[in-house]
């Protein structure tokens, strides 16, 4: 079991652990020096999108928008929230040849449909905080309502660098699912059908581009990325090849936990308009002028059947796996949407990779796993995917190439390859699987609807955890060298690494 934490543990750390804060801190002042020399370098114009017409802040009805994410008042962090409404008519597409896996596609607009949809926007209290770029969620319905998946994984770093992030309501089942909870604030919503979704999205960054001081509060963004997480970045990815080359409305592009093949994909145009599915096997087109970033975990690379369009990498984009991780994990829910950045959440994330539990979220007992569900680090590296996307598309320095997953194709069932303590060989590494306390898995849960996509934990033993750490401070030495190389490879961040070596040295790991 973990020990119990009262606060940020006020602890001794080992002289390894000493030695990898000054580390810590010498990156940091390092990154820093380098953003703030890059900072003004360029001012993105996008190319003509139609205006939509921006309504708000939307207030009335139950008094808050109508959105599953982070759960804390903003306030607390610096950041403030607002919503607003946006209307025009938008374009569906249909394809001038015919699809093809490798996303080189030449597109046209089909037919037109007017629509009313929302924005909800977390932007700095203090102007003089915002660093520039907006990060555009394409919101996740798969549950049936809008959810803020990338907002809830890496929010204390778009907090802690003064990002501003835009949620879009682009499909209509978010819209249908506000306006069924809310009605009083939401009757004005109107969706004609997700054939539609595309434009939408474009005209959502248009309007944070051209619209900023009502959408921003007066804030002027020199960057926009585009980010969506699982279902959403399947139409994302459908986004990347089919419209990012007409709209040219982001400079750059998080593609989080997508699938390879259908169901996972998602289709350029559907009923009631002409089905036009996607190819499986699709490929991010190698042609575009800005940075798409395609981050995976095991259990996308597998089940969601990624690894038929793994592709190499190019001058525009990378691929980063991420062993030990799940689609959805204990920081998703949940940890995550409490986690205000105080250090309480990497305690509290650290601890459940000793003591997993099985019911991602207490307050929907009916999502009930049958084993401990994944406590894998994936939104820390997520956090850094940000950080990497952010400069490549404003500097131009892309990010080293990452190492893949280790898979074994030798049979018509491919798997990965394990190393002695069962964690998968390959990919960006983490202390959770470098210095590990469990096994780590993208696969085997079972349960009830959703829980195949937590993977699966299993901690060590009391005799097992002695043999590999005889002491506390041999495991914190471990944990923090392990950290140390992730922060080194820009796959953690330095502020992250150093609560991740705290959190460590405030455990019974070796006691």
């Known amino acids: 079991m973990a020990r119990q934490h009262s606060g940020l543990p006020r602890v001794h750390l080992p002289r390894p652990a000493v030695a990898f804060v000054a580390f810590l801190t010498a990156i940091a002042a390092a990154l820093t020096t380098t953003a703030a020399a890059h900072a003004d370098e360029q001012v993105s114009v996008a190319p003509a999108v139609a205006d939509p017409v921006v309504t708000g802040p939307v207030t009335g009805g139950a008094g808050a928008p109508q959105l599953y994410g982070t759960t804390f008042d903003l306030s607390q962090v610096g950041y403030q929230q607002s919503e607003y409404f946006m209307a025009g008519t938008a374009d569906s597409y249909q394809p001038v040849n015919p699809l093809t896996a490798d996303g080189r596609w030449t597109v046209a607009p089909a037919s037109t449909a007017p629509y009313t949809t929302r924005v909800v926007?977390?932007?700095?209290?203090?102007?003089?905080?915002?660093?520039?770029?907006?990060?555009?969620?394409?919101?996740?319905?798969?549950?049936?309502?809008?959810?803020?998946?990338?907002?809830i994984q890496a929010h204390n770093?778009?907090?802690?660098?003064?990002?501003?992030?835009?949620?879009?309501?682009?499909?209509?089942?978010?819209?249908n699912?506000?306006?069924?909870?809310?009605?009083?604030?939401?009757?004005?919503?109107?969706?004609?059908?997700?054939?539609?979704?595309?434009?939408?999205?474009?005209?959502?960054?248009?309007a944070v581009r051209d619209s900023a001081a009502s959408v921003l509060s007066g804030l002027r963004?020199?960057?926009?990325?585009?980010?969506?997480?699982?279902?959403?970045?399947?139409?994302?990815?459908?986004?990347?090849?089919?419209?990012?080359?007409?709209?040219?409305?982001?400079?750059?592009?998080?593609?989080e936990s997508r699938g390879g093949v259908a169901p996972v994909t998602a289709p350029l145009s559907q009923?009631?308009?002409?089905?036009?599915?996607?190819?499986?096997?699709?490929?991010?087109r190698t042609d575009l002028k800005v940075p798409v970033l395609t981050f995976e975990t095991e259990t996308d690379l597998l089940m969601l059947g990624?690894?038929?369009?793994?592709?190499?990498?190019?001058?525009?984009?990378?691929?980063?796996?991420?062993?030990?991780?799940?689609h959805a994990d204990t920081y998703i829910t949940p940890v995550g949407p409490t986690d205000t950045g105080d250090g309480q959440g990497d305690v509290a994330a650290f601890d459940t990779l000793l003591d997993p539990?099985?019911?991602?979220?207490?307050?929907?007992?009916?999502?009930?796993?049958?084993?401990?569900?994944?406590?894998?680090?994936?939104?820390?590296?997520?956090?850094?995917?940000?950080?990497?996307?952010?400069?490549?598309?404003?500097?131009?320095?892309?990010?080293?190439?990452?190492?893949?997953?280790?898979?074994?194709?030798s049979s018509s069932t491919p798997a990965f390859v394990l190393d002695a303590n069962g964690n998968v060989k390959g990919g960006i590494r983490t202390p959770s699987v470098d210095s590990p306390v469990a096994t780590l898995s993208g696969f085997g849960q079972e349960g009830s609807f959703y829980c195949?996509?937590?993977?699966?934990?299993?901690?060590?033993?009391?005799?097992?955890?002695?043999?590999?750490?005889?002491?506390?401070?041999?495991?914190?030495?471990?944990?923090?060298?392990?950290?140390?190389?992730?922060?080194?490879?820009?796959?953690?961040?330095?502020?992250?690494?150093?609560?991740?070596?705290?959190?460590?040295?405030?455990?019974?790991?070796?006691?």
Do not use: M
Not at 161 to 166: C, K, N
């Open 306 to 326: 990624y690894l038929a369009a793994r592709q190499p990498d190019s001058a525009h984009f990378r691929l980063w796996e991420v062993a030990g991780t799940s």
């Open 221 to 255: 963004p020199r960057t926009l990325l585009a980010v969506g997480e699982s279902q959403s970045a399947f139409r994302l990815t459908t986004y990347t090849d089919a419209v990012q080359p007409l709209a040219g409305v982001y400079d750059g592009i998080l593609l």
């Open 177 to 206: 699912a506000a306006k069924a909870i809310d009605p009083a604030r939401y009757s004005a919503l109107s969706h004609p059908g997700d054939s539609y979704s595309y434009d939408i999205f474009s005209q959502a960054g248009q």
């Open 271 to 284: 009923a009631p308009q002409a089905d036009v599915p996607v190819p499986d096997g699709l490929l991010i």
């Open 452 to 511: 195949t996509l937590f993977g699966t934990t299993v901690p060590f033993g009391a005799a097992k955890l002695a043999q590999l750490y005889p002491t506390h401070a041999q495991f914190v030495a471990r944990w923090s060298a392990s950290t140390g190389s992730a922060v080194a490879a820009g796959h953690i961040r330095p502020a992250d690494g150093l609560a991740l070596v705290k959190a460590a040295a405030g455990s019974s790991v070796g006691d």
């Open 157 to 175: 770093e778009l907090i802690r660098e003064g990002y501003a992030w835009v949620g879009v309501s682009a499909q209509a089942a978010g819209v």
């Open 121 to 151: 926007v977390d932007r700095p209290k203090d102007p003089a905080k915002f660093n520039g770029t907006v990060v555009v969620e394409w919101l996740n319905v798969t549950g049936g309502v809008d959810v803020a998946t990338t907002w």
């Open 357 to 409: 539990p099985s019911t991602p979220d207490p307050s929907h007992p009916e999502v009930s796993c049958n084993t401990p569900i994944n406590a894998g680090q994936a939104h820390y590296v997520l956090e850094a995917a940000v950080h990497a996307l952010n400069r490549w598309a404003t500097t131009g320095v892309a990010p080293a190439p990452a190492p893949r997953l280790e898979v074994d194709t």
